[in-house]
């Protein structure tokens, strides 16, 4: 199940996470079993620390709730979105995939 983010008022085009969980599933070709379960293997990390990144930049969640998504505190959640800040800049790989889920996001999110 998707989370919506209660403090988004209707008409804004938000429509919680579940699109940044679908584009990153699919960029990522994972599932979102495999994403909310505990696994902690590193094709599955990049995808659950690529939603949170996105979560953070395209919807108004804080990072307790993002963090909420895979069961994780706000720490959690802060070291993932700044991880791929940081590789997104030496990464001309994963910052092309960023650039296509941006794309995709932008269709039904406004920043």
Request: charged share 25%.
């Amino acid at each position: 199940m998707c989370y919506i983010d209660p403090l988004e008022v209707p008409g804004n085009y938000m429509s919680g996470t579940c699109k940044i969980e679908e584009a990153c599933c699919e960029k990522f070709k994972v599932s979102m079993n495999d994403l909310k379960s505990k696994q902690r293997f590193r094709d599955i990390i990049l995808p659950k620390q690529v939603i949170m990144y996105m979560c953070r930049k395209f919807t108004s969640m804080s990072y307790p709730n993002i963090a909420r998504l895979f069961n994780y505190d706000h720490c959690t959640a802060i070291h993932s979105v700044k991880t791929i800040e940081n590789q997104r800049q030496t990464n001309k790989a994963l910052d092309q995939d960023l650039k296509d889920i941006e794309d995709i996001l932008s269709l039904y999110y406004k920043c």
